[in-house]
């Protein structure tokens, strides 16, 4: 299944899909709404936690405040997060990875020697030497083929976690099985692997605290920020049977069940996720670019 995203001239589709909404007047009305684009129903969830090389809570790249957020959160320097460049899309980072400045790489939950452009080349790049390969998955696929070390996963029976619905819906997953054999949740790889690596915050405290499965707490926090506001004590609504839609704060501690209903979007300089690209040159647009096409900061 492939979504709008994944089309040609992709950026420029996702606009018109919007301009057609709008022109008909199909934005915070019941029964109306864009919903997601994308071809996978797990991507929302990974757009919300920043697991697409974006940072977490839909936070701007740029926004030198939203970085700064997120490094108090964390308690580490600004500079050990990545924002002096747009997110790097994954045939760069191949592309990386066949000039060799990167030589090590680790895939999780994705099969790139099947899925990506250039089979080929995608799998001659897998295949150097001087490439090291981690796979983590929850079974054998044409890319563990390729890979120096396999981290067996545990699929989505054999964990607790959550996972967020087309129209915002955060669901609460309960574990039915432990995962078998040497398998582990992948939470519990990332804390082992930090653990290892002895990454610490501005305090000589482990940089992910605790050494068991995260649940809920995970999102607290690093999801407080806007539009999610995923707060912890309200997002555990997540655990009734129909889960609960964010955003959910104080004001909506039941959860949200219709957004943009003033018309009033996430498109405001200081909110916003991205500050936009030129659709026909790719340049990226600076602040003050974005703040230019509107005296309010929110583009028209």
Excluded at 69 to 87: Q, T
Excluded at 221 to 239: I, N, S, Y
Aim: aromatic share 8%; hydrophobic share 35%.
């Amino acid at each position: 299944m492939q979504g709008v995203y994944q089309s040609h001239q992709a950026t420029a589709a996702a606009c018109q899909v919007n301009n057609i909404h709008l022109l008909r007047n199909m934005i915070g009305r019941p029964g109306c709404g864009i919903l997601q684009f994308n071809g996978q129903p797990t991507a929302q969830n990974n757009r919300e936690c920043g697991a697409d090389g974006d940072l977490p809570a839909f936070r701007n790249w740029d926004n030198k405040e939203h970085v700064q957020e997120l490094a108090d959160l964390w308690n580490v320097d600004l500079m050990k997060i990545p924002h002096w460049a747009p997110p790097t899309h994954i045939m760069q980072i191949m592309r990386y990875a066949e000039q060799g400045s990167i030589k090590f790489l680790w895939i999780i939950c994705t099969n790139p020697a099947v899925s990506l452009p250039d089979i080929p080349r995608i799998r001659e790049i897998l295949a150097k030497e001087d490439l090291f390969v981690i796979v983590q998955d929850i079974f054998p696929t044409e890319t563990t083929e390729f890979a120096d070390v396999v981290l067996p996963a545990a699929t989505w029976g054999e964990k607790t976690g959550t996972y967020t619905n087309t129209d915002r819906t955060v669901h609460l997953s309960e574990a039915a099985v432990e995962p078998p054999g040497e398998a582990k949740h992948d939470m519990e790889i990332f804390l082992e692997y930090a653990r290892r690596m002895d990454f610490r915050n501005n305090d000589g405290d482990p940089l992910i605290p605790g050494t068991t499965r995260v649940g809920l707490r995970g999102v607290e926090g690093v999801q407080q920020g806007p539009p999610l506001r995923l707060l912890g004590p309200h997002l555990r609504g997540a655990a009734r049977g129909s889960g609960i839609q964010w955003p959910c704060n104080d004001e909506h501690p039941e959860g949200t069940e219709r957004l943009y209903e003033d018309a009033d979007f996430n498109t405001h300089t200081d909110v916003c996720e991205t500050y936009g690209h030129d659709l026909l040159t790719g340049a990226v647009n600076a602040e003050d670019d974005h703040r230019a096409m509107s005296r309010t900061g929110a583009p028209s």
